[in-house]
């Protein structure tokens, strides 16, 4: 008896190795295009470059090459001066997808799901045959580890063509050397000035063979960022069948000690009264509840009152650092910036951070808008970002900036927006934009329009100065008339009508001194008047009732 259509299908049936879907799906990661492929290679490498650098306590120092090959062939060399790696881990982080210590993690970093530097071998191995070298030392103690590796895509495992030990002028570090194909964009050069400015404890050093010279992005701090803390995850932020799995993997002897133990923010007295609502018993193992019992146990603690989770988990920049990373890359006149206390999306604490720059060497007609998430800059993906939607849904009008319809607004304006959180919710794998939740969108609108006010109060006593200056100018050029009319009136010689002048000039002075004292007193009780309308929020911080 022969086969039939279906049997004859399922011997063609088999399984996929992740390595072997990215390798016919290269666009989901950023290497959808030569020229995002450059730009991703270097990002990807530098991002897990800070992080390790972070995570040892070490003051990162990266350094940047990129050599042009020729027929849209590059080499990229990224070196830091991290931690390092053992040698055991080398072949996994650098040639096996989704490997790595972050995805099950909740706490603010730039990594998240153990793909980015692997992706970036992959691509290269796709498009010129090459592998990966990767040079790394642990100490000066230990030996330096030179790997040569490639990605069997069929079982997404490491395929070490090469390893010995070496001799490194390096304590500790990694060098990676990757060659892509690739076109050459501006867009790098934009990326390491802006991952500048958002990681002011870093120093960068770049270096772009079709450029002579190396180009310095020096750090402006000497203090790392605060270490963001791990976290359980939010009740709130919870779905059932990550309950489900949850309750399967529990080791706790009951369910009251499961919600304890497995979630934040829950007590023994909340975890008590969420299971007498849902009729569970407080000792049932979590292994014997069935999905009906779990589907209620769900719908109870969405209904139950629960304290938001813990802040600790983020690492936001601040406003002082915000300034001072801006202004070392950007000229202007003007410089203020804004820190919102966390918020929550499905369960995630996050903080929204905006830092505007204005005048001075900007141009009038190039408006500029940096976006970035967990201190990585966004650059591509512009129009699909809730960054964006953000800042074309306030009214920059109102703050003395022009602004054509659903436009972003014009003038001699840099506009920088963070968001910082546990779980940035990306569009896609390439984390190139961050999607559209409206609570998330609403803490950045509030942001904005807080620098916003700023740069109104700045404009407005700019133009109050610009015009008190015109009067003086006006009244200056209009006393030397008047002494001499009062001269002419009272009779006097020349000599008094000089010290009419002075005594005029004088008078004016002091009208100008008592301005700006009513203007400084004036700003001060504003202040006061803010602080009194201003209330406790959940986090026990300052935040305005908007």
Avoid at 151 to 173: A, F, H, R, V, Y
Avoid at 252 to 259: D, P
């Amino acid at each position: 008896m022969g086969k039939t259509k279906a049997e004859e299908l399922a011997l063609n049936q088999r399984d996929i190795s992740i390595a072997e879907f990215f390798e016919r799906n290269r666009h989901l990661l950023g290497f959808d295009s030569k020229r995002k492929a450059l730009l991703t290679t270097i990002k990807e490498a530098v991002d897990n470059s800070l992080d390790a650098c972070e995570e040892a306590h070490i003051l990162p120092e990266i350094h940047v090459e990129v050599v042009d090959l020729g027929n849209d062939r590059f080499q990229v060399i990224v070196e830091d001066n991290g931690p390092g790696i053992v040698e055991a881990q080398i072949p996994k982080i650098f040639a096996q997808l989704l490997y790595g210590s972050k995805f099950h993690v909740l706490r603010q970093q730039r990594g998240q799901q153990g793909i980015g530097i692997s992706a970036a071998a992959l691509y290269g191995q796709l498009t010129t045959g090459k592998p990966i070298h990767i040079i790394s030392r642990i100490s000066e103690k230990h030996d330096a580890h030179y790997y040569e590796l490639m990605i069997d895509t069929q079982t997404n495992t490491p395929k070490i063509l090469k390893k010995e030990t070496i001799q490194w002028k390096k304590g500790s570090g990694t060098k990676v050397i990757l060659e892509i194909e690739a076109t050459y964009s501006k867009n790098v050069d934009e990326y390491l000035k802006e991952t500048a400015i958002i990681n002011p404890h870093a120093t960068l050093l770049y270096k772009n063979s079709r450029e002579s010279g190396l180009q310095r992005f020096g750090r402006v701090v000497k203090e790392l960022p605060i270490a963001p803390k791990e976290i359980k995850p939010h009740p709130h932020g919870i779905e059932l069948g990550m309950l489900l799995k949850m309750l399967q993997l529990a080791n706790a002897n009951s369910v009251t000690q499961f919600l304890q133990e497995e979630f934040s923010r829950i007590s023994p007295q909340i975890a008590r009264t969420i299971l007498k609502k849902s009729n569970i018993s407080f000792s049932l193992k979590p292994k014997a509840i069935q999905r009906s019992q779990a589907e209620k146990l769900l719908e109870v603690i969405r209904e139950t009152k629960i304290m938001a989770p813990p802040s600790n988990c983020l690492s936001p920049i601040g406003t002082d650092l915000l300034e001072r990373g801006l202004k070392k890359e950007v000229d202007a006149e003007f410089l203020t910036s804004a820190v919102r206390p966390p918020a929550v999306y499905r369960g995630n604490p996050f903080i929204v951070e905006a830092v505007l720059a204005y005048g001075g060497k900007l141009k009038e007609d190039a408006s500029t808008l940096m976006r970035f998430a967990n201190r990585v800059p966004l650059l591509y993906q512009q129009g699909g970002c809730a960054i964006s939607k953000a800042v074309l849904s306030t009214n920059w009008k109102s703050y003395g900036l022009q602004q054509p319809k659903n436009g972003f607004p014009e003038g001699p304006i840099v506009l920088a927006v963070h968001f910082a959180s546990v779980w940035v919710p990306f569009t896609s794998e390439a984390k190139e934009a961050v999607a559209h939740y409206p609570e998330i969108i609403k803490e950045m609108r509030l942001a904005l329009q807080e620098v916003g006010r700023k740069l109104a109060g700045y404009l407005r006593k700019r133009k109050k100065v610009g015009d008190e200056i015109k009067k003086r100018a006006y009244i200056e050029q209009y006393i030397p008339h008047m002494a001499s009319a009062i001269r002419d009136i009272l009779e006097l010689d020349s000599k008094e009508e000089e010290t009419i002048k002075s005594s005029l000039k004088e008078i004016l002075e002091k009208s100008r001194k008592v301005n700006i004292v009513i203007e400084d007193v004036t700003a001060e009780t504003e202040k006061d008047v803010k602080r009194e309308r201003l209330g406790l929020d959940l986090f026990g911080e300052e935040r305005e009732d908007e």
